[in-house]
């Protein structure tokens, strides 16, 4: 039997390893993959929880979440794509056009 | 009763919202509303004339117009000898102005036909409602209702640059006067609690001297101005570029008789202040004789029918200055006939003339326009006072009541007005209608006009002739009915009531001034019929008197060097150059350069970099949780 605490710790673990990703790397498909580390990082916290107090919502939050992360990486994937013919990469600091 | 009254007011109401709002649709038949707008209230003026002659009287309230606290101010009227003597002569005078109007303004595009007519039934509106308010705030809403009238029909050319400038000096000249109307407003509310007469009347008493002399010395500022006195006449000459007939019935017969009517209205006021009475009639008889004087000289028809009138009103306030509240009232009511008589007279050979006004042009009109000249010459006759013409009784009770008042140099002043009066009058009637034809090819063109304006001619000279015999009635006759009202209020200081029994006396006053009449006839009949002695040499003569005279005193000018130009110059200067670009456009500019300034240091935090973004978000969590658990 796994410690609950160690379900915790991976989901930190993971979560944390997305958010960096997102703060430190510059291209986006990079960044997109991070923020996917993020969802499951969530994801794996709410299963814990579940466990932990014996209940299932935990488990159908989660496969919402998934269903949500398949979507939003199919839009996230096309937007990705138009970027990269409009600007000749995917390097995040290409997108200069808010800039002041 | 009410609802009579109520009919009278809102019947020209009516007529000027169906021209006004349908003018598209009424055009050249806009007489066929304006007309029977005026008539019909007419004949309900009449009912109740009758019903208030024998002795009905009427002060109530239509509605509560403004409720604040103590301040009520009533939609009321109050139809008593006065008010039911104005409303008469407005809309019977009126009426005959309507229908004359018709043939004047013929040529008239379809648009400015039916608002002539439009404009003409509101002014009627609003004077109706300054006479038959009860309270001094709804007299005031009348009061600038004809004065915005006035504006919108002296500015009826308004293409014409002189007419639009003449409309605004007629307004901006009427503000002055009723900033004083305005403050004696308030101090009688101030003072006394109300502005409805019946109790600003019941309390008066309660009025210090100096108060009342200051309050109804500010309210005949308000009637220098309406009523084109010394020193806020100059408008009423220029005023002469709107239509004839509206001079006639605006500038001659109805609203510039508003101050007189004022001031008869507030004689329980004026009679607590002997200094504001004394002043009212020296300044009445200043004007008389003032204007007369210019008249003398002027080449144009309405400009000398203008002064005219600025010289009678100057009578009218002489006879309400001396107590004669009666008698002012009653030049008031002649004066509506005979003079809007002469206007339509002056404006119907401006219309056979095609708008020509030089007297010097014109003569011998006599041949070609018979009515006119006759029914000129019964108008003319009854202002310079000839027996039994209706001028002749009421400016003879004024000049009779000021004698007997112990007025003497205001009875001269006017006596010599008197004189004054026949001998311009005359010398328009000999320079229009008799002697050689001066300019061949306007006499070519004269032509007696069509019968709708001829008739009103007929019938305001039949009235001009003949109201003046109302003084003979029993009963104290005109003026009896009228110190039905005044002398209730006013007792003991009415000198005239003993005075007018000492019938030597008063016939001799008769002959004077008949006297004086009939030389000035002769003395204009010699001028300018006999030549002898010759104007022109006389004007050379007393060149610097008649340039005096004829350049009006120059006073046009003073008032433009000292109120008008330094006004303008302070405007543009000080208002203009440093008030309004200075700090106004710089307070305005000086807020957005602010917020541009703050906006430009605060963008820098958009790098428009995403991580950068995604950092903030970080941060920003980091410290919302944290303060979480800390707190």
């Known amino acids: ?100 | 009763m009410l609802k009579l009254i109520l009919a009278v007011i809102l019947i020209p109401l009516a007529g000027a919202m169906i021209n006004g709002l349908f003018c598209w649709k009424t055009k050249r038949k806009a007489h066929l509303i304006a007309v029977p707008a005026i008539a019909i209230p007419a004949v309900i003026s009449l009912v109740l004339f009758w019903k208030v002659a024998h002795g009905q009287r009427f002060d109530g309230t239509f509605y509560w117009w403004i409720s604040v606290g103590n301040f009520r101010i009533p939609i009321g009227f109050l139809l008593d000898e006065l008010s039911a003597v104005m409303i008469v002569t407005v809309t019977f005078v009126a009426t005959w102005i309507h229908i004359y109007s018709i043939g004047y303004m013929d040529h008239e595009t379809d648009r400015g036909y039916a608002k002539y007519f439009c404009y003409l039934n509101f002014f009627v509106f609003f004077m109706l409602t300054l006479v038959l308010a009860n309270n001094y705030l709804l007299m005031f809403v009348g009061w600038e209702g004809v004065g915005l009238c006035s504006y919108l029909l002296i500015g009826y050319w308004y293409e014409k640059a002189s007419a639009a400038n003449a409309g605004m000096k007629a307004f901006i000249t009427n503000r002055v006067g009723d900033f004083g109307f305005m403050i004696a407003l308030f101090l009688l509310y101030k003072h006394l609690g109300s502005l409805i007469y019946h109790d600003v009347f019941a309390s008066a008493h309660e009025l210090t001297l100096p108060l009342a002399t200051l309050i109804t010395l500010l309210l005949f500022m308000g009637a220098t101005g309406k009523s084109a006195q010394i020193p806020l006449y100059v408008w009423l000459p220029d005023a002469m570029e709107g239509p004839t007939p509206v001079s006639s019935l605006i500038h001659a017969a109805t609203m510039v008789t508003a101050g007189v009517y004022m001031v008869a209205r507030s004689h329980v006021l004026y009679n607590l202040a002997p200094f504001a009475m004394e002043v009212v009639a020296s300044i009445g008889a200043a004007t008389a004789m003032f204007a007369a004087s210019m008249a003398l000289v002027n080449n144009d028809l309405k400009r000398v029918l203008a002064y005219s009138t600025v010289s009678q009103l100057g009578y009218m306030f002489v006879g309400v200055g001396v107590g004669a509240y009666a008698a002012g009232v009653f030049h008031l009511f002649t004066h509506a006939f005979f003079k809007g008589l002469m206007f339509l007279c002056a404006g119907s050979v401006m219309h056979a003339l095609h708008g020509e006004l030089d007297m010097q042009k014109m003569g011998g009109l006599y041949n070609k326009m018979k009515i006119t000249a006759i029914t000129f010459i019964i108008g003319a006759l009854a202002i310079s006072g000839v027996p039994p013409l209706a001028g002749f009784w009421s400016k003879d009770s004024i000049l009779h009541h000021a004698f007997v008042s112990g007025h003497k140099i205001i009875w001269f002043v006017g006596t010599v007005t008197a004189a004054m009066t026949a001998f311009y009058m005359f010398r328009l009637i000999f320079l229009t209608f008799f002697g050689e034809p001066r300019d061949k090819h306007i006499y070519e063109i004269a032509h007696e006009n069509p019968p709708v304006m001829t008739i009103p001619l007929m019938v305001l000279a039949f009235f001009s002739a003949t109201v003046g015999l109302l003084a003979l009635l029993p009963g104290g006759g005109f003026e009896g009915f009228l110190n039905r009202l005044f002398e209730a209020a006013h007792h003991g200081a009415e000198h005239a009531a003993h005075g007018g029994h000492e019938a030597g006396g008063a016939a001799v006053l008769i002959l004077i001034s008949v006297l004086v009449a009939f030389m000035g006839i002769g003395l204009a009949y010699a001028m300018y019929m006999k030549h002898t002695p010759d104007p022109k040499k006389l004007t050379e003569r007393f060149r610097p008197i008649y340039t005096l005279l004829y350049n009006r005193y120059y006073v046009d000018e003073l008032y433009f060097a000292l109120f008008i130009n330094p006004t303008v110059g302070i405007s543009r200067h000080v208002l203009w150059k440093i008030v309004d670009v200075l700090i106004i456009d710089g307070i305005v500019n000086g807020v957005a350069r602010l917020c541009s300034l703050v906006g430009n240091l605060i963008r820098k935090i958009h790098t428009g970099f995403i991580p950068d973004y995604a950092w903030a978000i970080l941060v920003g969590i980091i410290i919302v949780c944290g303060l979480k658990i800390i707190f």
């Open chain 1, 1 to 100: 039997m796994i410690p609950v605490s160690w379900i915790f710790a991976l989901s930190v673990l993971v979560f944390a390893t997305g958010a960096l990703g997102v703060l430190i790397r510059k291209n986006a498909i990079v960044m997109f993959l991070c923020i996917e580390l993020m969802l499951n990082g969530a994801n794996i916290f709410f299963v814990g929880v579940s466990k932990m107090r014996g209940a299932a919502e935990g488990h159908i939050f989660v496969l919402f979440m998934m269903a949500i992360a398949a979507a939003e990486a199919a839009i996230g994937m096309a937007i990705i794509t138009a970027f990269y013919r409009r600007k000749g990469g995917v390097e995040v600091d290409r997108a200069d056009l808010m800039k002041w």
